[in-house]
């Protein structure tokens, strides 16, 4: 994956490598809540692919917020899906999981790769 490779080659303090991956992370999970909300915008123009109730005339605001709850696993409230798109929310839901978990770790594994030599300095002192 190119964001496991790029920090890498940052130069500079150790502390802007780990700010580029977070701001990078930052950036992307937004990215991939708004092509999923596209993706219900488009998809939700046929009515056989079901509907998000809760709300009447939902536009692209509505879908993509739609997609940050379904994206978060924060759980359904005032909107929820109904009809097939269901499979698609939960594809959403699954995705979101899987992408904030690997982040976590991502970031998690970057810092401690840059953080043990300057441990393993004080140790040895």
Do not use: C
Not at 50 to 68: C, N, P, R, T, W
Request: charged residues 15%; glycine residues 10%; aromatic residues 12%.
């Amino acid at each position: 994956m190119w964001l496991s490779s790029r920090p890498n080659r940052v130069t500079g303090p150790k502390r802007r490598v780990i700010l580029y991956a977070v701001l990078s992370l930052i950036m992307l999970h937004p990215l991939e809540i708004w092509i999923f909300g596209l993706a219900y915008h488009v998809l939700l123009l046929w009515p056989e692919t079901g509907k998000i109730s809760g709300g009447i005339g939902l536009g692209i605001f509505d879908h993509v917020y739609f997609s940050a709850v379904v994206f978060t696993t924060v759980g359904f409230g005032d909107l929820s899906p109904v009809g097939p798109i269901r499979f698609i929310a939960g594809t959403e839901a699954l995705t979101g999981l899987v992408l904030i978990g690997w982040s976590a770790s991502f970031t998690y594994l970057e810092m401690e790769q840059l953080w043990r030599p300057h441990r393993e300095h004080r140790v040895h002192k």
